[in-house]
């Protein structure tokens, strides 16, 4: 059953801590990328990476980190540098290249505590 | 600056009934442009792409329409069904330079009874 999974569907952050959203994908796809979404904006992204060991920033990447160590996983850390983490964040990955369909996961929700 | 910007921003119809809704863009030079709907609390699911040289696309009930000299592009909606509430995201993808896509904020369809 091939897919985007991202985990957990909520999660709770206090002030000053560090958290870490989870995505995994099956498809075999080089490229992988970050996105959050507040109500009535469009998608920003965050970060993305089209191959292991290599990612680059997007519009809104302060206060965010990733690592791609893995072809299929893709984790965000949210820092306690971002100042306002509330948000809905999706993950997406696509065959190589940024011009490729982009398959996205189910979000995280973040709440700040 | 590449933009997306969608109309309405919000529509309520009745079941039953068409509607079109509309996708202006500044993303240049072009690539491809695609429709995606979006479930309150999911990720964004693709409908169709577009290339440059395409001016419609179907996929069931959604057919769009894609006018690359005014860079306009609709997508219409027949015989609308109350699984069609969703919001519905345009995005454009630029041909060269950092391939990123640029997201529309999307248009709010509610599909009453």
């Known amino acids: 059953d091939g897919g985007i999974t991202q985990s957990p569907k909520y999660l709770f952050r206090k002030e000053g801590q560090n958290v870490t959203l989870s995505c995994e994908q099956n498809?075999?796809?080089?490229?992988m990328y970050w996105y959050r979404q507040d109500p009535g904006q469009g998608l920003r992204l965050i970060y993305y990476?089209?191959?292991?060991?290599?990612?680059q920033k997007g519009d809104i990447a302060e206060g965010y980190s990733v690592s791609r160590e893995k072809k299929e996983s893709f984790p965000l850390t949210v820092t306690s540098a971002q100042k306002n983490p509330t948000a809905f964040y999706l993950c997406?990955?696509?065959?190589?290249?940024?011009?490729?369909?982009?398959?996205f996961g189910p979000g995280t929700r973040l709440l700040v505590l | 600056k590449n933009q997306v910007e969608q109309s309405p921003q919000s529509l309520i119809i009745l079941e039953g009934k068409n509607c079109t809704l509309q996708?202006?863009?500044?993303?240049?030079?072009?690539?491809?442009l695609r429709w995606y709907k979006q479930d309150t609390g999911r990720g964004p699911v693709s409908l169709t792409i577009?290339?440059?040289?395409?001016n419609t696309k179907s996929n069931g009930r959604y057919t769009a329409t894609l006018d690359a000299d005014t860079k306009q592009s609709s997508l219409h909606i027949t015989a609308s069904q109350l699984s069609d509430s969703a919001s519905y995201i345009c995005?454009?993808?630029?041909?060269?330079?950092?391939?990123?896509?640029?997201f529309g904020r999307g248009t709010s369809l509610i599909v009453h009874p």
């Open positions: 990476s089209q191959i292991v060991n290599d990612f």
């Open positions: 996708c202006n863009y500044t993303v240049s030079p072009f690539s491809n």
């Open positions: 997406a990955s696509s065959t190589r290249g940024t011009q490729e369909t982009q398959y």
């Open positions: 995005v454009v993808s630029p041909r060269g330079g950092s391939y990123i896509p640029t």
């Open positions: 498809l075999n796809h080089d490229a």
């Open positions: 577009m290339t440059f040289s395409e």
